[in-house]
């Protein structure tokens, strides 16, 4: 059984540019989030995917979108890259299955790794 | 004020002793908990999760949770120096998962 995959990696970019992240959820789950981690700090929620919709935002700025396919994957694009952009950035598939009160337990992949120039 | 914090540490506990890790939050409508541990350039992995006020155990560890104090802690009973690793206290909230900054709790022999 697979567990969330997220690719790529690592990668370098510099200011100004743009960046697609993709996450594949772990078998049977239904929701995507993601979560930016600058070291030294906790995931700070970014938003959540479901049924292909953005059900839920933190506080970030437009230039954060993202995107879920039909299987569930996702994508995470940041445009218009700034220094501040580098962190660690997180996937995380859960159920809705049941309602929300069941959702809550986050299964995390292992990062993508940015780095801005 | 932060949704949910927690002190940063670093808490260094001796191998065997008992370690109590701490947080808050701030949103009374919250309903799910949860401890996740993060070893260094690793992703968090869930440990614990407590709906109801009370104690809940499973093996070395006990979450505890006070809905009325707005209060959750860990508690991680005959500490290995494996338990060293940063631990995220995170809240439902508002339809998404919260995190604290995290508590870096170091075991040492």
């Known amino acids: 059984d697979a567990g969330v995959t997220q690719s790529p990696t690592h990668l370098i970019k510099t200011r100004g540019q743009q960046v697609t992240l993709r996450c594949s959820p772990k078998?049977?789950?239904?929701?995507v989030s993601w979560y930016q981690q600058a070291l030294g700090q906790g995931p700070q929620f970014i938003f959540q995917?479901?049924?292909?919709?953005?059900?839920q935002r933190g506080n970030f700025p437009d230039r954060f979108s993202g995107h879920q396919f039909p299987n569930y994957s996702s994508e995470l694009n940041v445009n218009a890259l700034l220094l501040g952009d580098s962190a660690l950035y997180l996937c995380?598939?859960?159920?809705?299955?049941?309602?929300?009160?069941?959702?809550?337990?986050?299964?995390f992949g292992e990062g993508s790794r940015l780095t801005v120039l | 004020q932060k949704e949910v914090e927690q002190n940063s540490g670093p808490l260094s506990v001796p191998e065997g002793a008992i370690a109590s890790l701490n947080c808050t939050y701030s949103?009374?409508?919250?309903?799910?908990f949860f401890w996740y541990r993060q070893y260094s350039g690793k992703s968090p992995e869930l440990i614990m999760s407590?709906?109801?006020?009370g104690d809940k155990e499973d093996g070395r560890f006990t979450a505890q949770l006070n809905k009325a104090s707005q209060y959750v802690s860990l508690l991680i009973r005959d500490s290995q120096p494996s338990d060293s690793a940063t631990y995220l206290c995170?809240?439902?909230?508002?339809?998404?998962?919260?995190f604290g900054s995290g508590t870096r709790l170091s075991i040492r022999p």
């Open positions: 407590i709906y109801s006020n």
């Open positions: 078998s049977g789950h239904d929701t």
């Open positions: 995170a809240a439902h909230s508002a339809s998404k998962i919260i």
């Open positions: 995380a598939s859960s159920s809705l299955a049941g309602g929300l009160a069941n959702t809550g337990e986050l299964f």
């Open positions: 995917y479901y049924e292909e919709e953005e059900r």
């Open positions: 949103d009374r409508g919250s309903q799910s």
